[in-house]
């Protein structure tokens, strides 16, 4: 189903004063009626109970023409059906007047999702607190408009296995907006539960390609060649195929997915400790990598210098012995304690 704009001219303040005008006629009409035709001084006049009739009928039906007005906010639409047809939608704000026996519909009205305009009980009615018999009873009336405006969709955590298999949490946030009414109305039961429940399958369909971290021979784009694509280290890229995921599965319901963003990634507890222990001996391997790599380059440099200046002559022996002492010192963890030989090394 399409959506169909309602052109109308915002007549709703013309409207309010014809039927108070009315009305006040009305009344007038019964009054006036009242004092010709039921008069017990003269004859009926055939004309006064008419007209008394004429008031007395609009007064008890005219009520029905402030059934038509309705005030539309700025980035609010309404969509009308009449007789459970759709006639169409209202979206400029103003104040209107349609028919009094259109109805505006929207079942997500009541729906409330961890997503800006949700945020107290009244975000989508209004309490009304009536007196009756000592008792306060509430009445919610229902606003059945639907918003236009940018909202954000903060979906719970979930567990989900990464492409390695590992257990992780990951949680999302996305904006988002309606574009077409109708769709959103007409083409599924609940858009927001709608969106809610595409999110979630997005999110592991995405989520199942990745590994957490980078991992060795896994190909997350599916060309057929490792890459070093990873939840962590390609949070963007990440965001983005989930975005256009959700896009596409959103489109039947007249959505439109501005951004996704990741807002939570962690390892699942059960297996936290242990992904911590991997990657701490994961960076104390690199360490000890750099400083080695390091420290050869330092005692080759010596060796070379001491040679180029002719400042000691040394043999294998010695050498080995100068090598084994200079790494003992550049890779301990601790601060070299010198010993001071005063013989000779052999």
Wanted: glycine share 8%; aromatic share 6%.
């Amino acid at each position: 189903m399409n959506e169909k704009i309602l052109n109308r001219n915002k007549n709703g303040m013309a409207m309010l004063l014809l039927s108070i005008l009315l009305y006040v006629a009305a009344i007038a009409a019964m009054i006036v009626g009242g004092n010709l035709g039921i008069s017990d001084s003269g004859p009926k006049s055939p004309f006064g109970i008419a007209l008394f009739v004429i008031g007395l009928i609009y007064v008890l039906t005219g009520w029905l023409l402030f059934c038509g007005l309705t005030v539309l906010r700025p980035q609010e639409a309404a969509v009308l059906t009449l007789f459970g047809k759709y006639i169409g939608t209202l979206k400029e704000d103003g104040f209107y007047w349609v028919n009094p026996f259109c109805t505006a519909v929207n079942p997500a009205a009541e729906t409330k999702l961890k997503q800006s305009g949700d945020v107290d009980g009244t975000a989508n009615g209004n309490l009304l607190s009536l007196a009756a018999s000592s008792q306060n009873v509430q009445v919610k009336v229902v606003n059945k408009k639907i918003s236009l405006k940018i909202m954000t969709l903060n979906n719970s955590r979930q567990k989900i296995n990464d492409c390695l298999g590992n257990p992780i949490e990951i949680g999302i946030a996305v904006m988002w907006r309606v574009t077409d009414t109708a769709k959103a109305v007409f083409n599924v039961d609940n858009y927001k539960e709608y969106l809610s429940l595409q999110c979630d399958s997005a999110l592991r369909n995405i989520v199942r390609l990745y590994p957490y971290d980078v991992a060795e021979n896994v190909d997350t784009t599916g060309d057929g060649q490792a890459d070093e694509g990873s939840l962590r280290g390609s949070s963007e890229i990440v965001a983005e195929r989930i975005r256009k995921e959700i896009q596409s599965k959103v489109d039947q319901a007249g959505l439109e997915i501005l951004e996704a963003r990741i807002t939570y990634l962690a390892y699942a507890p059960e297996i936290a400790a242990v992904m911590l222990q991997r990657q701490q001996a994961s960076a104390i391997i690199d360490a000890r990598k750099m400083i080695v790599d390091g420290a050869v380059g330092m005692v080759e440099m010596a060796l070379d210098r001491l040679s180029e200046k002719e400042v000691v002559t040394l043999d294998e022996e010695r050498k080995a012995a100068m090598v084994s002492n200079l790494l003992v010192v550049l890779c301990g963890n601790r601060d070299a304690q010198p010993i001071v030989n005063s013989g000779s090394l052999y």
